[in-house]
């Protein structure tokens, strides 16, 4: 099974300042990475996919990049709404699998 | 509209049998896949399986032979069985959408919290 390794576990950023969450497979990926945002309460939506391909819908304060083992998602001038856990996801291989999630607050 | 809705037995009793069922709407189980993923107290999530639009199925082997997924197309239903529920398996059961070029997942449904005790 790929494992992936994200980081921080937890993070703590002030309004309007850019923050980086990073994963790292244990094989190459070759960009099958998508990037989730889950809000306390509810169901994970994704935000990236194909590494760093925007989902519909997401603002574009959200990207991501990376290749082979290592990816980043990163989110610029940080809003009180995104608030949340966000998880990585690799597809490249099955069992598909996920970061263990990075809990992000607003200091 | 996309929607995917799972709801639930709530509690299970160990070394019982969890059914669960994923209604969807606004798409066809035969030109979609639909997988199920769970997740542990709010943090891990784990890839169980999924129901491919051509009617296979791809299981992950951590649950070995405990877990089934099927579906009736003519209800937009897929179906969760899984066996020998142990402790370990409390947490919250979601259907997840694959889009049709990626293997990640564009919707989810609501989750059934799960909750294995006697």
């Known amino acids: 099974d790929i494992q992936v390794t994200q980081s921080p576990a937890s993070l703590s950023a002030s309004l309007g300042e850019t923050v980086t969450i990073e994963c790292r497979a244990s094989e190459d990926i070759y960009s099958n990475l998508a990037w989730y945002q889950q809000k306390p309460g509810n169901s994970p939506q994704v935000l990236i996919y194909?590494?760093?391909n925007l989902a519909d819908g997401v603002p574009s304060r959200f990207s991501g990049s990376g290749s082979g083992t290592q990816y980043s998602l990163k989110i610029n001038s940080l809003q009180s709404e995104d608030v949340a856990s966000y998880f990585c996801?690799?597809?490249?291989?099955?069992?598909?699998?996920f970061g263990s999630g990075t809990k992000l607050e607003i200091k | 509209q996309v929607q995917l809705k799972e709801p639930g037995p709530g509690l299970v009793q160990p070394s019982q049998t969890l059914s669960l069922t994923c209604t969807v709407s606004?798409?066809?189980?035969?030109?979609?896949?639909v997988h199920w993923v769970r997740q542990h107290s709010g943090k891990n999530l784990e890839w169980m399986g999924r129901m491919w639009s051509d009617g296979d199925t791809s299981y992950n082997s951590a649950f070995t032979s405990r877990l089934s997924i099927s579906r009736d197309t003519s209800k937009s239903q897929v179906f969760l069985k899984m066996n020998s529920l142990q402790t370990e398996d409390t947490g919250t059961y979601y259907c997840a959408r694959n889009p049709k070029f990626h293997n990640n997942f564009d919707y989810w449904g609501q989750g059934v919290m799960v909750t294995v005790s006697s």
């Open positions: 194909d590494a760093n």
């Open positions: 996801q690799q597809y490249n291989n099955y069992p598909l699998t």
């Open positions: 606004g798409f066809s189980l035969t030109s979609y896949s």
